[in-house]
């Protein structure tokens, strides 16, 4: 009895400073951000968006905005985004060569990469013209391989270059049921990156969030 009860002071000692040390109770970290805001802060966030009239294409080429970047296990962060979005992946090395994507810009299933383009949310031409003109390379390299924004996302290479450089009073996915998600994400994209929306793209992504 005595060595039994021993045991439970001794259980009961360490449970004590683990409890003391924050151990038992520490919260267990999510693996991925959170990518999107709810409506209310959406809104908050859309508000506090700098509003301009679109500024100069001068200077402007693909080439200021480096990408694809290496990426870990995958040859590049196409590869990372292609693997990240689609199903029944299958890989050459590390190169993705097979799988599944559904484009939640036309509701298309593909099943070959060549027809699957990584989007840029915010398109870097739009970018340029909302502010990234002011930046370096590299920062520019950054914002054209966020892989932590809702920035990069496989979609079907008609919609993708249906949109563009469009911004949404311009152009919106033909999935009206993707509008208030597309909204979401365009504006989490511009309020991180500090970029300024113009008054009829601030009107039009308003207009989208009332579909949520």
């Not at 200077?59 to 990372?80: I, L, M, Q």
């Not at 090395?93 to 298309?108: E, F, I, M, P, T």
Request: hydrophobic residues 35%.
């Amino acid at each position: 009895m005595r060595t039994r009860s021993l045991a439970r002071s001794g259980t009961a000692a360490v449970l004590a400073g683990l409890l003391a040390a924050g151990v038992a109770c520490a919260p267990v970290e999510s693996p991925l951000p959170e990518r999107s805001s709810g409506p209310a802060d959406t809104r908050a966030q859309l508000d506090q968006l700098t509003v301009a009239s679109a500024g100069s294409m001068r200077g402007y080429s693909r080439e200021r905005f480096p990408h694809w970047r290496k990426a870990g296990k995958n040859c590049d962060v196409r590869d990372t985004v292609l693997q990240r979005d689609g199903t029944d992946i299958k890989l050459s090395g590390c190169n993705v060569v097979g799988g599944r994507w559904s484009s939640r810009y036309d509701k298309r299933t593909l099943a070959d990469p060549s027809d699957v383009d990584i989007d840029h949310m915010v398109p870097l031409a739009n970018a340029w013209r909302s502010g990234a003109d002011e930046w370096n390379d590299d920062k520019r390299s950054d914002f054209a391989n966020d892989l932590d924004r809702p920035q990069l996302m496989a979609v079907s290479a008609s919609s993708n270059r249906a949109k563009g450089d469009q911004d949404p009073s311009q152009w919106k996915p033909s999935n009206r049921d993707d509008w208030c998600r597309y909204a979401k994400d365009w504006i989490a994209v511009k309020h991180y990156w500090k970029l300024s929306v113009t008054s009829a793209e601030q009107a039009a992504l308003g207009d989208m969030l009332g579909s949520c």
